[in-house]
């Protein structure tokens, strides 16, 4: 079946430092890729998405390239803020012919920024 | 624009009780989704409906759970009866349609049964 397999947290990091999350799938199909975050307290927002091979993903300052050779979809940021703080989830969807299926999470990754 | 709205926010019941969920689709949105997440399992689908019809309640954990969306605008998910375990929060999603691949999340309900 569908699975995605992310970096194990917390990641803790200083304020500014350079972010990477790891983000791997198995799929069934050809999938599209998503990452999502989540702040306390609250639901899931998508941060970014890829459809196809090489595409790249970017918003906030965050980027994911959708890599199908090595089926990876790792998120960076270059400087993170403390407002970064949050879970991050990455997500793949794949269309079985009679369009998208449901989102296949992650676990997640505690992302934690100190001043 | 509205996005999905979900009810109760927070819910304490005591086990044995009905519990009932509801969310609201972003409107013209016809692919809704029912989530569970909780620090042990991480997110999971329960069902989702295309076009009002349940097309996959593989998720729903046992016979307890039972989800319903009698139009378009509004789906249900009820919990009788509920117990301790249940207790996790419960997220609906909708999506605008085949092709669109973006999901959008409610806030959750935070069910927390005692």
């Known amino acids: 079946g569908d699975s995605v397999t992310q970096m194990e947290g917390p990641v803790t990091l200083s304020e500014e430092a350079f972010l990477t999350i790891n983000c791997t799938y198995t799929a069934t199909g050809y999938p599209s890729l998503f990452w999502y975050v989540q702040y306390p307290g609250e639901g899931l927002q998508l941060l970014l998405k890829?459809?196809?091979?090489?595409d790249k993903g970017s918003n906030k300052g965050f980027e994911a390239t959708y890599r199908k050779e090595t089926t990876s979809f790792h998120l960076e940021k270059g400087s993170v803020q403390v407002s970064d703080s949050a879970v991050y989830f990455c997500?793949?969807?794949?269309?079985?012919?009679?369009?998208?299926?449901?989102?296949?999470f992650g676990k997640g990754t505690h992302l934690i920024i100190q001043p | 624009d509205a996005g999905v709205i979900q009810s109760p926010r927070h819910e304490v019941t005591e086990m044995g009780q009905e519990v009932t969920l509801r969310c609201k689709p972003i409107?013209?949105?016809?692919?809704l989704f029912w989530y569970r997440q909780t620090m042990m399992r991480g997110l999971e689908l329960l069902i989702y409906?295309?076009?009002?019809?349940?097309?996959?309640d593989s998720g729903m954990p046992e016979d307890r759970f039972s989800a319903k969306m009698p139009n378009a605008s509004f789906s249900t998910l009820k919990i009788q009866p509920s117990e301790p375990r249940d207790s996790a929060v419960y997220f609906c999603?909708?999506?605008?349609?085949?092709?669109?691949?973006?999901?959008?999340f409610g806030e959750g309900s935070w069910l927390t049964v005692v």
């Open positions: 409107s013209g949105h016809n692919s």
């Open positions: 997500a793949l969807s794949v269309n079985s012919g009679g369009g998208a299926d449901g989102l296949t």
């Open positions: 999603a909708s999506r605008s349609g085949a092709g669109s691949y973006t999901i959008y």
């Open positions: 890829a459809t196809k091979a090489d």
């Open positions: 409906f295309n076009n009002n019809v349940p097309i996959d």
